[in-house]
């Protein structure tokens, strides 16, 4: 984990998600990141933060250009 992101491992290869990118992880705690379910092949969950990322997003950031962020809603 880095003032910018953490890294998730899956499978053997480690993914970058940026907190630029997934601002909901930026105000999570360590244990909250932690928290992670995986829900499918490509699939994850945080269940504390109500927040999920496909792999595809993270090894293809280009074709995912939108962000969510909890409290624009």
Do not use: N
């Not at 932690?34 to 945080?46: N, S």
């Amino acid at each position: 984990m880095t003032v910018h992101g953490f890294w998730l491992l899956v499978d053997d290869r480690e993914y970058f998600v940026p907190f630029d990118e997934y601002p909901v992880f930026r105000r999570a705690t360590v244990a909250q990141i932690y928290a992670v379910k995986r829900i499918g092949p490509d699939q994850f969950h945080w269940p504390e933060l109500d927040a999920d990322i496909e792999l595809d997003a993270l090894e293809h950031p280009d074709r995912f250009p939108l962000k969510f962020d909890a409290r624009d809603s």
